[in-house]
């Protein structure tokens, strides 16, 4: 499976939700969109899903010598946004119901729904209406709900939402199984650390157009993320010495004689070192990279866009 989409854009009414917006994902990747509320995550994933059509640009898939212009159904494993299960249906009945949909025979189905249940430790509540559930398990069920099928390719809107800091790391491991069981996986998600361990590739959007792209290397290395190095001198040098120096945003102090500096925007780094080999010699200079929450913040700031992670 293999995802071209060449500069598709998408308006709704005066909106602009999607503006000549490319990017390519290939078969068995993790692939992220990010960007904050009403960047146009959903739009996009609308569009690959075939609810939508572009009104310019293109989608192209590939899978096993075929090509279509958006995710064929019986691809395609699916979380939208408004999620929709039956409320007063058990969670067997549910996911039973849905993996026959898909054509699955009900003991291979009963198989897959064991072993997804298994590991988001539900197994015991196959019998509860889905409605008795926390939001958290509902979010679960309907994972498995997209996945029981063993499509080709997992689109997963919101996948961690709702869900506490336990749990949101057992859907990390839910996505590395996916990943290792072949399976193309797209997420939506506003939560970094999450993404960062995951995600092969990934797209920050912002009002409808990408801000970044790449892998977390590439984006660390486009990124304007806070350039933080820590540095320790051979004499005493004061705090009050290196908040004086142009060079620096910020100082912290570590151990003795040892700081944790944060570097004005557009200087480089050999103009800080001389400025700080002014005051006295370096023992230690380690640069610092940013994560990809910082990264994500200081694209929202440079681009002068409201943050909300
Ligand atoms: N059906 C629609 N009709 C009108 N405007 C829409 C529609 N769907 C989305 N929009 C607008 O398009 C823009 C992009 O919305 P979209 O839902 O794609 O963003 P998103 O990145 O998924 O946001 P979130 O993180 O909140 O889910 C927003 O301004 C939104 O209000």
Redesign the pocket.
Known sequence: MQLIVTAISKA??S?Q?VKQVSFQIDSGEIFALL??????????IRMLVGMTKPDSGSIMISYQDQQFDHVPRRLLGYLP?DRGLYPDKSIEKNLLYLAQLHGLSKSVALQEMDYWLGEFELLERRHDELKQLSKGNQQKVQLIAAVLHKPALVILD?PFSGLDPINQEKVVLFLQQLKQRGMTVIL?A?QMAMVEKLADHMLL?AQ?QVVLAGTLQQIQQQGQGPREMKVGFNSAVSLEQLQQLPALLLAQPLQANHYMLTLVNDVGVSECLKQLLALAELTQVEMQTADLHQLYLAAMTKHNLQVTV
């Open positions: 709704y009414a909106v939700a960007g904050p509320n009403g960047a146009g995550k959903s739009s996009i946004e919101e939506s506003h959007m409808g």
